[in-house]
C-alpha cells in the first residue's frame, strides 16, 4: 500500500518535490484510487456488521424454534457480497502498492535542486595532485606492463568487463581489503559481516533494487527442490547493502543497541543495463567488482549527524592512501532512487586529469526501512519507530587500486606502494 504519510501530506506538495528529481507523481490516480480504498474499507466494514448481525438473529430463531432460513440465505449473500468487495479492495492495495514502489524517496531539504551530475555542489577537497615530469600512463598501460593486470585473459575467461590481476597487482588489491576493514572496525567501531552473495526477492525490494533495476541485476534460475519443484530464483548481489541492510529485516532493536555499525568486504555484481560505449577501457566499469560497505542503522534524530560521520569514515581510507579527492554533494537529479542526502567522494585520476567518484554515501532515512519494517523501541515506550539506514562506500577496491596505480606511478613504470599497505605487503616497498 501507498506509504500512508505521503497520503496524510498535501499530495500536490509531494508531488513538487519528486518532479525535482525527475519523477513525476500522478497526484489524480493516487487519490483517486486512495478514495476508492477508503469507500471499500467502509463497506467492508458495514457488511461485516450486518453479517455479525445476521448471524445473531439466527441463534435467537433457532432458539424460539422460528424458521432461520431466510437469515441463513441472508448471511450467505451478505458473505458472497463481502467477499467480492474484499477482492475489489485487495485489487486497489495492489495498485497502489505497485505505484508506491516505484516512488524514489523525497530529498532532503539540504540537498541542492539540478538536474545531472553537473548540477552537484562541491563541499570540499583534500590533498593536491601531483604533478609529474614524465609523460603519465593510465591504470591500463601500467597494470599490463607489470603484468598485474590481464584484460583479456578475463575475456577468454568469461566475456567483456571482466579482470585477472595477478601477482603484487592481486596482493595489493587484497591489502586494500584488509586495510580498509581493519581501519573501520579498529578505529570506527564497526562489526565486521560475512554475507551471501545471493540473495531473495524480499531482500532486493527491502533496499529498493526491486523492482525498479531489475534489469541492473544478474539473476540465477531457482533450484528443485526434492519433490521436482522450481524455487524462486536468487540474485547477485549488486552490493553488500542489500544483505547488510537486510539483517534488520522485520526486527525490532532496543534504543539501547542502536546505532548498529556493519562492514562487509564482498563481490559485487551489475549487469552495467544502459551503460554501454561508458568507461569500457579497464577496471572503472565492471561487472564483478570488490567494495567494502559500510551501514549504519540510527534513530532518526541521529542520521544527517551519522551521514557526516561515515562519509568522513570512506575519507579516512584515502586520506590515509593519500589520494587527492573532493567531496560533492548530489543534486536532487543525480540522487540515487532510495536516498534523501547523498555525499559523493571522487578520487583523482591523473591520466584522466580529473576526479571520479570512489565512494558514494547515503541517508536513506526511513524509506527502507519502511519497506523492510525494521524498527527500533524508545526507552519506555510500547510503540516502535521505523529506523533510519545509512549505507556508503568504504572503499570501492578496484577503483582504489586504479587510483594507487595512477597517482603513485614513477618515470620507469613502477608503482610505490602506499605505506600504510606495506605491513600487509610483506614490506613491499615498489611494484616493478
Given at each position: 500500500m501507498l506509504d500512508s504519510k505521503l497520503l496524510r501530506q498535501d499530495l500536490e506538495q509531494t508531488a513538487a518535490r519528486l518532479a525535482a528529481r525527475g519523477y513525476e507523481l500522478d497526484t489524480a490516480t493516487v487519490s483517486a484510487l486512495e478514495e476508492k480504498r477508503k469507500t471499500l474499507q467502509v463497506k467492508t466494514q458495514e457488511l461485516q456488521s450486518e453479517r455479525n448481525s445476521s448471524s445473531k438473529a439466527i441463534g435467537?430463531?433457532?432458539?424460539?424454534?422460528?424458521?432461520?432460513?431466510?437469515?441463513?440465505?441472508?448471511?450467505?449473500?451478505?458473505?458472497?457480497?463481502?467477499?467480492?468487495?474484499?477482492?475489489?479492495?485487495?485489487?486497489?492495495?495492489?495498485?497502489l502498492k505497485q505505484i508506491s514502489l516505484a516512488i524514489p524517496n523525497l530529498p532532503d531539504e539540504s540537498v541542492p535542486a539540478g538536474a545531472d551530475e553537473s548540477d552537484n555542489v562541491e563541499v570540499s577537497t583534500w590533498g593536491e595532485?601531483?604533478?609529474?615530469?614524465?609523460?603519465?600512463?593510465?591504470?591500463?598501460?601500467?597494470?599490463?606492463?607489470?603484468?598485474?593486470?590481464?584484460?583479456?585473459?578475463?575475456?577468454k575467461i568469461t566475456g567483456s568487463r571482466f579482470t585477472v590481476m595477478?601477482?603484487?597487482?592481486?596482493?595489493?588489491?587484497?591489502?586494500?581489503?584488509?586495510?580498509m576493514l581493519d581501519t573501520h572496525t579498529d578505529k570506527n567501531g564497526y562489526t565486521e559481516m560475512y554475507v551471501p552473495y545471493l540473495v531473495n526477492r524480499d531482500s532486493?525490494?527491502?533496499t529498493g533494487q526491486l523492482p525498479k533495476f531489475a534489469e541492473d541485476l544478474f539473476h540465477t534460475k531457482g533450484l528443485?527442490?526434492?519433490?521436482?519443484?522450481?524455487?524462486?530464483?536468487?540474485?547477485?548481489?549488486?552490493?553488500?547493502?542489500?544483505?547488510?541492510?537486510?539483517?534488520?529485516?522485520?526486527?525490532?532493536?532496543?534504543?539501547?543497541?542502536?546505532?548498529?555499525?556493519?562492514?562487509?568486504?564482498?563481490?559485487?555484481?551489475?549487469?552495467?543495463?544502459?551503460?554501454?560505449?561508458?568507461?569500457?577501457?579497464?577496471?572503472?566499469?565492471?561487472?564483478q567488482f570488490d567494495k567494502v560497505e559500510?551501514?549504519?542503522?540510527?534513530?532518526?534524530?541521529?542520521?544527517?549527524?551519522?551521514?557526516?560521520?561515515?562519509?568522513?569514515?570512506?575519507?579516512q581510507i584515502l586520506q590515509a592512501l593519500e589520494l587527492p579527492y573532493r567531496k560533492v554533494i548530489l543534486c536532487m537529479g543525480d540522487m540515487g532512487f532510495g536516498s534523501a542526502?547523498?555525499?559523493?567522494?571522487?578520487?583523482?585520476?591523473?591520466?584522466?586529469?580529473t576526479y571520479?567518484?570512489?565512494?558514494?554515501?547515503?541517508?536513506?532515512?526511513?524509506?527502507?526501512?519502511?519497506?523492510?519494517?525494521?524498527?527500533?523501541?524508545?526507552?519506555?515506550?510500547?510503540?516502535?519507530?521505523?529506523?533510519?539506514?545509512?549505507?556508503?562506500?568504504?572503499?570501492?577496491?578496484?577503483?582504489?587500486?586504479v587510483a594507487i596505480l595512477e597517482n603513485y606511478q614513477q618515470a620507469d613504470g613502477s608503482v610505490v606502494v602506499p605505506e600504510v599497505l606495506r605491513p600487509y605487503m610483506n614490506g613491499l616497498e615498489v611494484i616493478k
Open positions: 435467537q430463531a433457532k432458539a424460539k424454534g422460528e424458521d432461520a432460513q431466510p437469515l441463513l440465505d441472508a448471511v450467505s449473500n451478505l458473505g458472497a457480497q463481502l467477499d467480492s468487495v474484499k477482492a475489489e479492495q485487495d485489487e486497489i492495495l495492489e495498485q595532485p601531483k604533478k609529474y615530469d614524465f609523460e603519465v600512463k593510465d591504470h591500463v598501460d601500467l597494470g599490463q606492463d607489470l603484468n598485474g593486470l590481464d584484460f583479456e585473459m578475463g575475456v595477478r601477482g603484487a597487482t592481486a596482493r595489493m588489491h587484497r591489502a586494500l581489503v584488509q586495510f532486493l525490494y527491502g528443485v527442490n526434492d519433490d521436482g519443484e522450481e524455487q524462486e530464483g536468487f540474485s547477485l548481489i549488486p552490493t553488500a547493502e542489500v544483505p547488510l541492510t537486510n539483517s534488520a529485516r522485520d526486527e525490532i532493536y532496543d534504543e539501547k543497541d542502536l546505532p548498529i555499525r556493519l562492514t562487509a568486504h564482498t563481490p559485487c555484481f551489475r549487469s552495467e543495463a544502459g551503460s554501454y560505449g561508458r568507461d569500457t577501457r579497464g577496471l572503472i566499469r565492471q561487472h559500510l551501514v549504519q542503522l540510527v534513530k532518526p534524530e541521529d542520521s544527517m549527524q551519522a551521514l557526516e560521520e561515515l562519509t568522513g569514515h570512506a575519507e542526502k547523498t555525499y559523493d567522494l571522487e578520487v583523482w585520476l591523473p591520466a584522466q586529469d571520479r567518484e570512489i565512494s558514494s554515501c547515503s541517508n536513506m532515512v526511513d524509506f527502507q526501512a519502511r519497506r523492510m519494517q525494521a524498527r527500533f523501541r524508545r526507552a519506555g515506550e510500547k510503540k516502535p519507530e521505523l529506523l533510519h539506514t545509512l549505507n556508503g562506500s568504504g572503499l570501492a577496491v578496484g577503483r582504489t587500486l
